[in-house]
């Protein structure tokens, strides 16, 4: 079975540029949870979607939306980007709004 | 506000002794609480959950966890380390509170085995 799968695998943007990022959960996941990784950190909490509506929401600006799609797919749009935005950004599938999360390989998003 | 604290950074341990790795948390709700480990160039994989009933849980690679409510921590625990556990482990902490449901990572321990 396939697993979570992100895209773009890695991405290299200017600042003030705007960013979409892609997600295709396990098939049979309803949930989708996106998630920042800075280097040497914890993954940060960014959103949580679970039957293609907002669950959760973590401290991060409105600069930074996300969606879910009829199919559980899931984008991550991130407008005028800053320098601080680079980072690993892991997307992660679960069955439910409750469950054990299963990650993909994440999108690392360079800004320069 | 919910946290989740992971009290060493760092863990070096020869291999086949036994280790601990702690993680305390603070929140006001029923959780649901996890450890997931991060090998070297590869994504997160869960170890082992905790979601209801026995707080002593068993995970892969012969790890376990014990959950104390009474003092909020969910420490990691394996009897006997191998060269192939040193990696990344993360504890995480998933609630829902009036912010909606949300997921805390700790900012990690990295276990060092040594031969």
């Known amino acids: 079975d396939a697993g979570v799968t992100q895209s773009p695998t890695h991405l290299i943007k200017t600042r003030g540029q705007q960013v979409t990022l892609r997600c295709s959960p396990i098939s049979g996941h309803k949930s989708v949870s996106w998630y920042q990784q800075v280097l040497g950190q914890g993954p940060q909490f960014i959103f949580q979607?679970?039957?293609?509506?907002?669950?959760g929401r973590g401290n991060f600006p409105d600069r930074f939306s996300a969606r879910q799609f009829p199919n559980y797919s899931s984008e991550l749009n991130v407008n005028a980007l800053l320098l601080g935005d680079s980072a690993l950004y892991l997307c992660a599938s679960s069955p439910g709004a409750y469950n054990e999360q299963f990650f993909g390989p994440g999108t690392r998003l360079t800004v320069l | 506000a919910q946290s989740v604290t992971q009290l060493d950074s760092q863990v070096p341990v020869f291999e086949e002794a036994p280790v601990e790795l702690r993680c305390n948390y603070s929140s006001s709700v029923s959780v649901y609480l996890f450890w997931y480990v991060q090998y070297p160039n590869q994504g997160l994989q869960l170890l082992l959950k905790?979601?209801?009933?026995?707080?002593l849980v068993k995970g892969i690679n012969g790890f376990e966890a014990e959950f104390n409510k009474s003092q909020t921590s969910f420490h990691l625990r394996k009897p006997s380390v191998h060269i192939s556990d040193t990696a990344e482990y993360f504890c995480a902490v998933s609630s829902t509170n009036t912010g909606g449901f949300k997921t805390i990572f700790g900012a990690g321990t990295r276990l060092f085995v040594k031969a």
């Open positions: 979607y679970y039957e293609k509506e907002e669950r």
């Open positions: 905790y979601l209801s009933g026995s707080t």
